[in-house]
């Protein structure tokens, strides 16, 4: 999209999280935020590293990947120095990230420790990530996350469900906290999309049902771009004064009746 002669994220610098597969999300932004004309760095950790620098040779350009673990506190301490060996400054950071263990996808029986580590890694991470890079950060950058809409109680998601409930609280608090600071934090709610992430929630399917059902416009579950279009606009210029916000990208089932 050309604006004023420029594309949408002319000269923009971002790093993006959660590129795992071409299927998922992150990799959608990070494509689209190419195409728009950002420079972007991925990152990824451990094993899942050979596989986003695969994928990453699927982009328009080859990003750079850094190692960040989010849960790793020298990974995060870390991490604006060794970004800094990339790019001299960032304008947004894209949270993609969530992991609970199995256990934490039965409410009652869950333990402590498979919910914790559900919290940690998809809701106080948002808060470590943006930390970590505001060092980095310009004024009038954008921290943008994904999630999926926990004001209901939804079928088999439980302890995911109570860790995305924090994240959106997380992303309230760091607006407060980042605005002064010249960052906005924003999240986007998508609807369900089958990525590598939903393919361990069990239950899917029946999220997929019930969009079908409910959802006003035509819910794609195969079609990322939609949530990564919402993305890359909040990355940009157009929204100045917009933060703590939730945008729903679902076909408008969140504004439907039960």
């Not at 999300?25 to 950790?45: D, M, P």
């Not at 020298?74 to 894209?94: F, K, N, P, Y």
């Not at 959802?215 to 703590?244: E, I, R």
Request: net charge negative; hydrophobic share 45%; charged share 20%.
């Amino acid at each position: 999209m050309l604006l004023h002669g420029k594309r949408l994220l002319h000269g923009k610098k971002l790093l993006i999280t959660g590129v795992l597969t071409n299927s998922s999300i992150a990799f959608h932004v990070a494509k689209l935020a190419q195409e728009e004309g950002a420079e972007v760095v991925l990152t990824s950790f451990g094993r899942a590293m050979k596989i986003t620098k695969t994928i990453a040779k699927r982009l328009p350009s080859t990003p750079p990947v850094i190692e960040l673990d989010v849960t790793n506190k020298e990974h995060v301490e870390s991490l604006a120095e060794r970004l800094g060996e990339h790019v001299d400054h960032i304008d947004g950071v894209l949270h993609s990230i969530g992991f609970a263990p199995q256990g934490a996808f039965n409410f009652l029986e869950g333990s402590w420790e498979d919910v914790a580590t559900a919290v940690h890694t998809s809701a106080y991470s948002l808060k470590a990530l943006s930390v970590a890079a505001l060092p980095l950060m310009s004024p009038g950058g954008s921290v943008v996350g994904l999630t999926f809409d926990a004001q209901y109680a939804w079928p088999l998601y439980d302890w995911m469900g109570v860790a995305k409930a924090a994240f959106e609280s997380t992303s309230r608090y760091c607006a407060r906290d980042l605005g002064p600071k010249g960052v906005r934090v924003n999240l986007v709610a998508a609807g369900p999309i089958r990525t590598t992430a939903a393919k361990s929630i069990p239950g899917f399917l029946e999220f997929e049902r019930i969009w079908s059902d409910r959802s006003p416009l035509n819910w794609d579950v195969d079609d990322p771009t939609p949530a990564a279009k919402a993305c890359v606009a909040l990355f940009s210029d157009w929204f100045p004064a917009t933060t703590g916000e939730i945008i729903h990208v679902d076909g408008g089932f969140h504004a439907m009746g039960q």
